[in-house]
């Protein structure tokens, strides 16, 4: 009877910290490398099994398996050259092998304490179980010994283990939760090209099959280019548009024999945050595939590209030539990425900048050509409103509408706030143009110039029309998160800025900066010479100009409750030494008119004998007493009664709601 070879892994201590422990810090990535050795085995089957309440993982292949002295001169022999030593290509499938080192075996460590194999050759079955602690242990022990014999474990062979290897990943120092499988799933489709019944090579986690779709954002692709035949990742394309059938433009980087022969697939997603995998991973990338696995997880930063269409890039590139036998070998030492000193690396990078100026270009072209269709058909009145347009100014505002499709935003409001914005600039451009060509109307042609002003009449109403919808907005937002508490300060910050929360007639206007000044200088000086009482019941007070008006506005605190009597004599301080600021002012003759807000109503309103003559001594200082809790309110049934008679005259009211409605529609 022959004499069975001890199990004998031969590795050194920094070896198995640098190339084991430490070499990968994720569960797929070490999986990959398992992966990657089915392949080469030749296996057409791949089962990963995850078992979350024991925290073990299971990689079971049906390929070649390994003798008993395979196992050890191959797998226990940390360095082995397989492309040196058995070929070029595997034996029964011909496959390019992806292992070059022979160091993947060892970053199972990475995650798990104990790795234990099954292998079957030829009915000869072979287990070995490698314990890092206990290595970690001998090695320590004799530093210079660089060979451990390992435990063998026949006993605990699989049941469902009939031809191939099964490797059993166990006492795991990453966390399984019920998410890993999918995520599992996903990371792998992202790492391998070559997964699916094209290579006969098929890979399931917990059952379910790896496919294409599971890269998790094919769905999202909306224009693809295509190098070589990609039909799977085409059919996974489910969201391309229509008419953009994908482009073969596998002529367009052929080397002609002189740089690396390359194939694969770029695609443009129609939002970038499709492009945002769960936990927040990245996947704005084009990968770098060797021998179909990933090799470089991302060329976007290499190529310096930072114009916009880089956030909706994705895709992956496929050249063996880079790992060519023989030849450097490129890859870093945890094998995810490229040496970018290498020569190699550059020519690569050439050929993809020229083919991505061409993307570049015809993107930003569909984009905005489709961005026009999706408008017309979305949004029925703005195609209308283009139609109606004359000359170089319809053909102006075809294009920019188009454009806004190739504007990254938020959310798909600021797009829409933006198409709103565009059709009002565009209705401003053709009145200027409108205006121009008066300079060539005789005397007689009087019509064209009403009809001129008419609508440039219209075109401020419909300004004003949303300048009212804003603030409308602004009102409903300020009722929903200002409560009593905080109302006062709240509004406090939002009155001397927007006026028209207490006179939908009143706007601040420019220029008034001086004379804003020194009434704020003399206001700050009366306040500091009331009395404590008084002091305290004040929030604040300012002053602005409006057109037409000098406004003084006064913030009392909602709880202090004061009479008329008492709001005169501290006006009228005030108000004086006001008026005189105000006399040497550039509009003299200005009206000053006085607001005091109030939380609730001076004591001589609750007595109808003594509200005629208050309400008539507030007059005569021109003052105005509003309510904190009627202020929010009144200013919205004021400024939505002026919209419902707005709607029945702006031309672009219709065309700016049907915006609306679809932005609703959108979230």
């Known amino acids: 009877m022959k004499l069975k070879k001890p199990l004998v892994l031969t590795v050194g201590l920094n070896v198995l910290e640098h190339l084991g422990m430490n070499l990968y810090s994720s569960v797929p990535a070490v999986l990959s490398e398992v992966v990657a050795n089915a392949w080469d085995a030749d296996a057409q089957k791949v089962c990963v099994e995850i078992d979350l309440k024991e925290s073990i993982i299971s990689i079971r292949d049906d390929g ?6 395979e196992f050890i001169d191959r797998f226990l022999f940390v360095g082995y050259k397989r492309r040196e030593e058995i070929g070029d290509r595997t034996p029964h499938f011909n ?20 790795v234990t194999v099954f292998t079957l050759n030829d009915g000869e079955r072979t287990s070995g179980r490698m314990d890092a602690t206990k290595i970690r242990a001998r090695l320590k ?20 283990l009939q031809k191939g290897t099964c490797i059993v990943l166990s006492e795991i120092g990453k966390k399984l939760t019920r ?6 799933r996903q990371r792998i489709a992202r790492r391998f090209s070559v997964i699916g019944p094209a290579n006969s090579f098929n890979v399931s986690v917990n059952g379910t099959e790896i496919t294409p779709s599971d890269r998790g954002f094919l769905d999202s692709v909306e224009y693809l280019w295509v190098y070589g035949q990609h039909e799977d990742i085409v059919d996974s394309c489910r969201g391309l548009k229509e008419k ?3 482009v073969d433009r596998t002529a367009n980087i052929a080397s002609n024999g002189t740089g690396p022969q390359i194939s694969g697939w770029i695609g443009t997603v129609s939002n970038p945050k499709a492009l945002k995998g769960e936990d927040n991973e990245n996947l704005n990338n084009l990968a770098v595939f060797m021998r179909g696995k990933l090799c470089h997880e991302d060329l976007i930063n290499d190529l310096g590209i930072s114009e916009l269409y880089a956030n909706y890039l994705v895709g992956e590139i496929h050249c063996d030539d880079l790992d060519a036998d023989g030849a450097v070998d490129m890859a870093t030492s945890n094998r995810q990425s490229l040496k970018r000193d290498d020569p190699r690396f550059e020519v690569l990078l050439e050929v993809l900048r020229k083919e991505l100026r061409y993307i570049s270009n015809t993107w930003s072209e569909w984009r905005r050509e489709d961005g026009s269709k999706v408008l017309a058909k979305e949004v029925p009145a703005v195609q209308k409103w283009l139609e109606l347009q004359q000359g170089d100014v319809r053909k102006k505002a075809t294009h920019w509408i188009g454009r806004l499709n190739n504007i990254q935003v938020d959310n798909s409001k600021d797009l829409l706030e933006l198409m709103k914005a565009s059709v009002l600039a565009f209705e401003h451009y053709a009145r200027r143009n409108e205006v121009d060509h008066l300079d060539g109307l005789s005397d007689e042609d009087f019509e064209p110039i009403l009809k001129a002003f008419d609508r440039i009449d219209s075109l401020e109403l419909s300004y004003y029309g949303q300048i009212v919808k804003f603030r409308i907005g602004v009102i409903r937002k300020l009722e929903k998160f200002v409560n009593d508490n905080e109302r006062e300060n709240r509004i406090r910050d939002y009155i001397y800025k927007h006026l028209w929360l207490l006179d939908p007639t009143w706007e601040r206007v420019s220029g008034s900066e001086t004379v804003e000044s020194n009434v704020r200088k003399f206001l700050n000086e009366n306040t500091a010479n009331l009395t404590d009482k008084e002091r305290r019941g004040r929030i604040d007070i300012g002053y602005r100009k409006t057109a037409g008006a000098h406004v003084i506005v006064e913030l009392k605190r909602a709880e202090v409750r004061v009479s008329v009597d008492e709001l005169v004599q501290q006006v009228t301080k005030y108000r004086t030494g006001v008026r005189k600021i105000l006399q040497q002012s550039m509009y003299p003759d200005w009206p000053l008119e006085i607001v005091v807000l109030l939380g609730r109503p001076p004591r001589e309103f609750e007595n109808t004998v003594e509200l005629q003559d208050a309400q008539n001594l507030l007059a005569a200082l021109n003052v105005k007493i509003v309510y904190y809790n009627q202020l929010l309110s009144s200013a919205l049934n004021s400024y939505q009664e002026y919209l419902e008679q707005h709607a029945k005259y702006d031309p672009l009211y219709r065309i700016f709601e049907e915006i609306d409605d679809f932005a609703t529609l959108s979230e």
């Open 64 to 69: 070649c398996g390994m003798t008993r002295d």
């Open 95 to 114: 496959r390019l092998p992806m292992g070059r080192k022979g160091i993947g075996k060892l970053s199972s460590f990475s995650i798990a304490n104990v």
């Open 141 to 160: 022990k004799d530093p210079k010994e660089q060979s451990v014999t390992i435990d063998e474990v026949m006993n605990e062979w699989p049941k469902n």
């Open 179 to 184: 998410g890993t499988e999918k995520a599992l």
């Open 244 to 246: 953009r059938a994908p």
